[in-house]
């Protein structure tokens, strides 16, 4: 699987949107971006995948970039309970395949 | 509620003593997983199970031993761990396809601590 390269940190005022970037150079053309969130202590969440057209589901939107080498993670207006550290994962298609984590982005939500 | 529960939430166990985690997912998928969370570290694979045979294991010590009776269920026996071993263990089941298959749900981990 491809690796991704995520800022370790970042910080987002609480109504506003949070735009957490992700780089995958080296991804092939049939591995898939997921995001994940884990709030503390708690189990990974699935957020959203896509392949290479953008995504937009009830929790974020995801912007793919046209030769596909990075993504952007949109939470359109954080709240506090979004405070997490959120993964960017590339992920080859096919049986069982395996989620391999990095160290993700810390988002801290403030008032 | 994600649909993949597990057991105990908690778990304090000596280095002499043996236990087991349970999984169990209620969602019809076919593949299930075990992961750990030590402190400050990323989460990292430890077993993958496909239609209940065991298609992966990342060079985990034989103190671990994983067991999958059906494609609901997942086991997770521990024996004469060490102190190092106290972490968070995560499974997870998604279901595996060539489309890239579905998501992977997460249970909300069993927080282990060797004494």
């Known amino acids: 699987d491809a690796k991704t390269t995520q800022p370790p940190s970042m910080d987002c005022a609480e109504g506003r949107a949070a735009n957490l970037p992700c780089n995958h150079s080296t991804i092939s053309g049939n591995e898939y971006v997921y995001w994940y969130r884990q709030i503390h202590s708690q189990g990974p969440q699935y957020i959203i995948h896509g392949l290479k057209n953008n995504e937009t589901n009830e929790m974020a939107s995801l912007i793919i970039t046209e030769d596909r080498k990075s993504s952007t993670l949109i939470l359109p207006h954080a709240t506090l309970r979004d405070t997490a550290v959120y993964y960017c994962i590339v992920r080859v298609a096919g049986t069982a395949s395996k989620l391999t984590f990095g160290t993700g982005t810390r988002l801290q939500v403030t008032l | 509620e994600t649909g993949v529960t597990q057991t105990p939430r908690h778990l304090v166990m000596g280095m002499t003593n043996k236990k087991s985690l349970k999984c169990e997912q209620h969602l019809g998928h076919n593949a299930m997983y075990w992961y750990k969370q030590s402190a400050k570290k990323p989460l990292e694979l430890m077993f993958v199970?496909?239609?209940?045979?065991?298609?992966e294991n990342n060079s985990v010590p034989s103190r671990f031993s994983p067991e999958c009776p059906n494609s609901s269920h997942l086991f997770l026996h521990l024996h004469t761990l060490q102190p190092e071993d106290s972490a968070l263990y995560l499974c997870?089941?998604?279901?595996?396809?060539?489309?890239?298959?579905?998501?992977?749900?997460f249970g909300q981990g069993t927080r282990l601590t060797v004494v």
């Open positions: 199970y496909n239609f209940k045979e065991q298609t």
């Open positions: 997870a089941s998604s279901q595996a396809g060539s489309d890239g298959g579905t998501e992977a749900f």
